[in-house]
Every structure is written in C-alpha cells, then in structure tokens.
Nanobody
Framework: QVQLVESGGGLVQAGDSLRLSCAAS????????MAWFRQAPGKERVFVAA????????AYGDSVKGRFTISRDNAKNTMYLQMNSLKPEDTADYYC???????????????????WGQGTQVTVSS
C-alpha cells in the first residue's frame, strides 16, 4: 500500500529554519500532485503548500507565502518543505498528502487528497 513518511520536524526558535521531507513509496510519484498541510492542537487541518507532479506549478497558503518553499525530487520520490523565518504560529503537526489528478489544479481542501502521512511535529518557540 501507499506510504508517505514525513521527517525533519523539531523544536526551533522564532526566526529559524527547518526543512521537512516526505518520502513516498508504492506510489507512481511523478504523476501525483503533492501537498503539505498543518494542524495545530484543537484546530482544523489547513493548507500550507502544494506542487504539481512535474514540479512546474506550486501554490501556497497566505500565511506562509514568501517564507516557505515547496519542492520535489521525482528521482528520489521525495517532497520537501523549506520553512524560513519561522514564527510561533507555525507550530503544528505537518502532514504530507498526495492527489492523483490529470489537471494542474492544486486544491487547498484536505478532502481532495487521496493519501496521507502520519505527520511530523514542528514547534517554534518565541
């Protein structure tokens, strides 16, 4: 079965950087759109960023634009999220997700994604 495994989370201070990774297996990775979502305690899961299968298209949530960068390496079946200038409000569990779609649409709705990882925790102290 499809497996998505996140890594790279941790405890950092405000202003620091982190890079999250999402390794995919048993998935035709290059034809799946990939995305990052995050969920803070007691809150809904929200869209962070998404990238098309080829990597040519990206989309970002408003709160992370200009600070986070999504990328992928299809040869390694891995997606990344480079997070710079981290803020305490970025504290959350971060999840990667995969969606098969022949269009270039990168939906922000969690329900539109077929597969999910288990998440990695990011804590930003002030």
């Amino acid at each position: 079965q499809v497996q998505l495994v996140e890594s790279g989370g941790g405890l950092v201070q405000a202003g620091d950087s982190l890079r999250l990774s999402c390794a995919a297996s048993r998935l035709a990775f290059s034809i799946y759109h990939m995305a990052w979502f995050r969920q803070a305690p007691g809150k809904e899961r929200v869209f962070v960023a998404a990238i098309s299968g080829s990597g040519s298209s990206t989309a970002y949530g408003d709160s992370v634009k200009g600070r986070f960068t999504i990328s992928r390496d299809n040869a390694k079946n891995t997606m990344y999220l480079q997070m710079n200038s981290l803020k305490p409000e970025d504290t959350a569990d971060y999840y990667c997700a995969a969606r098969f779609d022949v269009s270039t649409r990168l939906p922000p709705e969690p329900s539109m994604y077929n597969y999910w990882g288990q998440g990695t925790q990011v804590t930003v102290s002030s």
